[in-house]
């Protein structure tokens, strides 16, 4: 079974987005600092993590469709738009430019279950919507976070 395009680059496009939050997530993990040190730093680590596994779950879900996964980092970093990267030096521009990350990512996820319900691929609708509810979530907690 071969995957049509609109159906493939809408899950490639949401596997990149991933990407691009899992490295944001580790690399904010790594250098974090201040008064919230302590619970910010386990909040990225939290967030990597779990990042992580949807990544698995989204490069599986390609192959279990018959499309190939990603097989390099130059794919995933195309993927991943690396031309929208503002680097942050303080932990008040990590946490702002995590919450826009993660509300574009919401955007992207939103999109594509309604592309993928639409051609009724239940299953990556299935693992999407999960990935949504956890990113809202998560996307809540920063807003609060930096209140």
């Excluded at 496009?13 to 490295?23: N, T």
């Excluded at 130059?74 to 303080?90: K, R």
Aim: with cysteine; hydrophobic share 45%.
């Amino acid at each position: 079974m071969k995957l049509d395009s609109v159906k493939e680059d809408t899950i490639r496009a949401v596997l990149g987005k991933v990407f691009r939050l899992y490295v944001q997530s580790h690399c904010y993990h790594w250098n974090v600092e201040g008064p919230n040190f302590r619970s910010l730093h386990a909040m990225f680590e939290t967030q990597y993590q779990t990042l992580n596994g949807f990544l698995d779950a989204i490069a599986e879900r390609l192959r279990v469709l018959g499309s190939k996964a990603p097989a390099s980092l130059d794919e995933l970093l195309v993927l991943s738009n690396p031309n929208q990267d503002a680097i942050a030096q303080t932990t008040d521009e990590m946490l702002a430019n995590h919450c826009a990350d993660f509300h574009r990512f919401i955007d992207v996820l939103r999109n594509a279950i309604q592309v993928l319900a639409d051609v009724r691929d239940d299953g990556t609708v299935g693992i999407l919507s999960d990935i949504l509810e956890w990113s809202e979530k998560e996307h809540w907690m920063m807003s609060a976070t930096m209140k």
